[in-house]
């Protein structure tokens, strides 16, 4: 199977409650950041994204926030489902820049 | 509409062997990118290629070759693979260098 998620940290919740994931980012000059999600045997797949203009932003059950002070950034997913298990990237990179760099990952694990 | 289309799934080689995975995109995006995944870790960046007949390198570039054949398809050489060069390998599109990543689903190597 998939080695992806070896080593990871790990977040556990119930099936029902909120989710939060947090990343630390790496450079203070990085001003777009995604999350990611990333299911077993598959590439990643695009959650929601914020810029640095902004430190909140809503999606469908998720909320994104930023913390540029402290170069931190938290996914919030609401009514956490089963389908929600999988491993979450964050990503940034600077505007135009072409080069996302990619934190190493949370697994969320839902448990019925 | 496939999005990010990655061909072999898997494959085998012996140290000192040469392949070459391929990758194609039908959203018609300018940029286009390949990444290695190694277990525990995020997402680390080869090559990118921001636009048709422009390539460049990445965080770890060495052992790898790319070619942009045209807007469609960006392919990721291996001229003599090493046992460190097991991985998993995504490429990915997006539309201007600054957007969200479309991923494939990614070709599994194994280098023995």
């Known amino acids: 199977g998939e080695s992806v998620g070896l080593h990871l940290p790990t977040l556990s919740v119930q099936e029902g409650d909120n989710s939060i994931i947090n990343c630390a980012y790496s450079?203070?000059?990085?001003?777009?950041f995604i999350w990611y999600k990333q299911e077993s045997g598959k590439g990643p797949q695009f959650i929601i994204d914020?810029?640095?203009?902004?430190d909140k932003r809503q999606g469908q059950r998720v909320t994104v926030l930023l913390n540029k002070t402290v170069k931190h950034l938290s996914l919030q997913i609401a009514a956490t489902q089963p389908g929600d298990s999988a491993v979450y990237f964050c990503?940034?990179?600077?505007?135009?820049?072409?080069?996302?760099?990619f934190g190493s990952g949370t697994k969320l694990n839902v448990k019925p | 509409n496939a999005g990010v289309t990655q061909t072999p799934k898997f494959q085998v080689l012996k140290t000192g062997q040469s392949m070459t995975l391929q990758c194609a995109q039908d959203?018609?995006?300018?940029?286009m990118y390949w990444y290695r995944q190694d277990p525990g870790m995020g997402l680390r960046l080869i090559y990118y290629s921001a636009s048709e007949g422009t390539t460049d390198k990445g965080e770890v570039p060495n052992g790898y070759n790319v070619s942009r054949l045209n807007k469609r398809e960006f392919s990721l050489r291996l001229e003599s693979a090493a046992p460190s060069q097991t991985s998993v390998y995504f490429c990915?599109?997006?539309?201007?260098?600054?957007?969200?990543?479309?991923f494939g689903n990614g070709t599994r190597l194994t280098v023995t």
């Open positions: 959203m018609n995006h300018n940029s």
């Open positions: 914020i810029r640095s203009n902004m």
């Open positions: 990503a940034e990179t600077l505007y135009n820049f072409n080069k996302f760099y």
């Open positions: 450079n203070s000059a990085s001003d777009y």
């Open positions: 990915a599109a997006d539309r201007d260098g600054n957007s969200p990543l479309h």
